[in-house]
């Protein structure tokens, strides 16, 4: 086996490093020794031959001197560039040694009872039981929940300040109006999102904080897709079978090759989606005149005529075959309901900035313009599909009556800190095409820190994640208020059989059944959803953002931009589901999309 020692003043330098760098040190270091690495490389041109470069990552190296006994000495470790520099001008002399025989690293954190504090207007509802607390409004938004507005209502806010919890309220509060009216117009609430889990977890919710059966009976809770498929399903007496935007760009990636297009199937599915369907052009003519907001790669006039003539080819076999998007089940359904009539007396939506523009117009025409008609929630910087629109270029106008939410009392101060730089610094555009910052955001809770831990190895990371999980429920933390997340079912089925292992009992995020277990799952089965506790496993450079994710940008550079800023979004979205406490793990290197100030601990056996 390879055997390294360092120099005595290493320690020292290795203390200033960031802690990024310092795991990805102690992995390149661990996987020297065991054999997995291969040879110390060679330095061209170098003052003494026998000096040589242990690579960390990247974009550092390690500087490694001979010593006196024959032996290997780590002396330093910098930027790559740097360290070359540095190599080739050294001249090894006496270099006192210490072996390696465990290599050096920072305690573990100990898993620690996770105590939330937060103002006396929510204090008791803080230490009551959590399944009341995710359905508590604040009493500064009982206004917004019960007030009487002249048309539709846009209201945005960052992760925590209640945009789901107003939501049921507001559809409580108007269903609630509607069986009071002498007139009793017999058309219902209709309260919506983006997908099942979420619809699930709405109408759970508002079993609690309903009562009266005939006011729950008036409020109806589907997913957009749902209703689309619903309403085409109503008025054209079939069911259309909608197909992924994955498979649809696997196909068409398959066609393009095949056809010698020079557009990969990714790219030619998102101008289809996001800028044909989402404007919704039924002509070459008015395709090639257009602004392609949000599509930076530029688009020449002549070469949007091959792009049109491709997409209504490839759109022409998929209703040969009876084959649909979920944008073009929406547009269908829209136009069903503008020659049938409004659905519903109001219509609330949650999640709003993942729907599609197609989606918006089945809203539009699904209920009457006017007074309440549309109560819309949402948050562009949790936006993990790239679907953008315009809400007034659909015919719905919020002008005046935008209101933007500032204050969390849902997730902690220290948690906001540490995830908001997860974002990065593209700006989010919101519903009405301006810029939504999170400037003046905070929150009224303040809690423990979040920890990030670095291991050695997928083992010792799951091993870890065990330790944290059983002391939150040691600590009194009921077992279906823990979540644990991973990028990918893979890691998630990893997870799950950890935990089991060690005696912990688990259940999937999307449980229907009110099973006493921790919830394991996927970060996007997160989205929407609240915990006391959250861990996030397999957020190494390795894994996040996964391989697959960046190939499916065929290599397209404006779909990769938007892949990696949905994975940032994502990131971030997980990351705030926590109340009271948040932990995040990985293997060697770190994610470059986390952050680099929270408190950490870097560990290699």
């Given at each position: 086996?390879?055997?390294?020692?360092?120099?005595?003043?290493?320690?020292?330098?290795?203390?200033?490093?960031?802690?990024?760098?310092?795991?990805?040190?102690?992995?390149?270091?661990?996987?020297?020794?065991?054999?997995?690495?291969?040879?110390?490389?060679?330095?061209?041109?170098?003052?003494?031959?026998?000096?040589?470069?242990?690579?960390?990552?990247p974009e550092w190296s390690g500087v490694v001197a001979p010593t006196p006994d024959d032996g290997y000495c780590l002396i330093t470790i910098r930027p790559h560039e740097e360290a070359l520099a540095f190599a080739r001008r050294f001249r090894p002399g006496p270099v006192p040694a210490i072996d390696i025989i465990e290599i050096p690293h920072h305690p573990a954190p100990v898993p620690a009872a996770p105590t939330v504090v937060g103002p006396v207007e929510i204090a008791r509802h803080l230490r009551g039981p959590f399944d009341r607390w995710q359905v508590t409004l604040h009493p500064d938004q009982k206004r917004l929940a019960e007030g009487r507005f002249r048309g539709s209502v846009q209201v945005t806010g960052g992760p925590g300040t209640g945009k789901t919890v107003l939501a049921l309220h507001r559809a409580a509060h108007l269903a609630a109006a509607l069986t009071a009216r002498p007139d009793r117009d017999t058309r219902p609430v209709l309260l919506t999102t983006y997908n099942r889990l979420l619809a699930q977890t709405l109408s759970a919710h508002l079993d609690r904080i309903v009562p009266d059966p005939d006011v729950r009976a008036r409020i109806e809770v589907v997913t957009i897709d749902g209703l689309a498929r619903a309403v085409v399903q109503g008025h054209a007496g079939f069911a259309p079978e909608a197909l992924a935007k994955e498979v649809i760009a696997q196909r068409w990636r398959d066609a393009a090759r095949a056809d010698g297009i020079p557009y990969s199937g990714r790219f030619l599915v998102d101008e289809w989606e996001q800028v044909i369907l989402a404007r919704g052009f039924t002509d070459p003519a008015a395709y090639i005149r257009c602004e392609r907001s949000g599509r930076v790669l530029h688009l020449a006039p002549e070469h949007r005529r091959l792009v049109w003539d491709t997409v209504r080819r490839y759109t022409d076999a998929m209703r040969v075959a009876g084959e649909w998007s979920y944008p073009q089940v929406a547009d269908e359904a829209a136009r069903a309901l503008r020659r049938s009539g409004p659905r519903y007396a109001h219509v609330v939506v949650d999640e709003?900035?993942?729907?599609?523009?197609?989606?918006?117009?089945?809203?539009?025409?699904?209920?009457?313009?006017?007074?309440?008609?549309?109560?819309?929630?949402?948050?562009?910087?949790?936006?993990?599909?790239d679907s953008r629109v315009s809400l007034a270029s659909v015919g719905i106008h919020v002008r005046g009556r935008g209101h933007r939410l500032r204050v969390s009392y849902r997730v902690t101060q220290e948690t906001l800190d540490w995830a908001v730089p997860i974002l990065g610094r593209t700006p989010a555009v919101g519903l009405d095409d301006s810029v939504d910052t999170l400037a003046g955001y905070r929150s009224l809770l303040h809690g423990p820190r979040p920890v990030v831990r670095g291991c050695a190895s997928r083992h010792e990371e799951l091993a870890a994640l065990g330790e944290w999980v059983r002391a939150w429920l040691a600590a009194g933390v009921a077992a279906p208020s823990i979540a644990v997340a991973g990028r990918n079912r893979w890691v998630v089925r990893d997870i799950?059989?950890?935990?089991?292992?060690?005696?912990?009992?688990?259940?999937?995020?999307?449980?229907?059944?009110?099973?006493?277990?921790?919830?394991?799952?996927?970060?996007?089965?997160?989205?929407?959803?609240?915990?006391?506790?959250?861990?996030?496993?397999?957020?190494?450079?390795?894994?996040?953002?996964?391989?697959?994710?960046?190939?499916?940008?065929?290599?397209?550079?404006?779909?990769?931009?938007?892949?990696?800023?949905?994975?940032?979004?994502?990131?971030?979205?997980?990351?705030?589901?926590?109340?009271?406490a948040l932990y995040v793990s990985h293997v060697g290197a770190p994610s470059r999309l986390l952050p680099d100030h929270a408190d950490s601990a870097e560990s290699a056996d």
């Open positions: 086996m390879p055997q390294l020692a360092i120099a005595p003043t290493f320690l020292n330098d290795f203390s200033r490093l960031d802690t990024r760098v310092q795991a990805a040190a102690l992995t390149a270091v661990q996987a020297y020794l065991t054999g997995d690495r291969p040879d110390l490389g060679s330095v061209e041109d170098a003052a003494d031959s026998r000096v040589r470069m242990l690579q960390i990552g709003a900035q993942d729907l599609h523009p197609a989606q918006w117009r089945l809203l539009r025409a699904a209920v009457a313009e006017g007074p309440d008609d549309l109560f819309i929630v949402g948050d562009p910087h949790q936006r993990i599909y799950s059989k950890e935990l089991l292992a060690q005696g912990i009992r688990t259940a999937p995020v999307d449980a229907t059944d009110d099973v006493d277990a921790v919830r394991v799952g996927t970060m996007h089965k997160l989205k929407g959803q609240e915990y006391r506790c959250v861990a996030v496993v397999g957020a190494g450079e390795a894994q996040l953002p996964p391989r697959a994710a960046v190939d499916a940008a065929e290599g397209d550079p404006v779909a990769l931009e938007q892949i990696r800023q949905q994975e940032r979004n994502l990131l971030f979205v997980a990351c705030t589901r926590a109340r009271d």
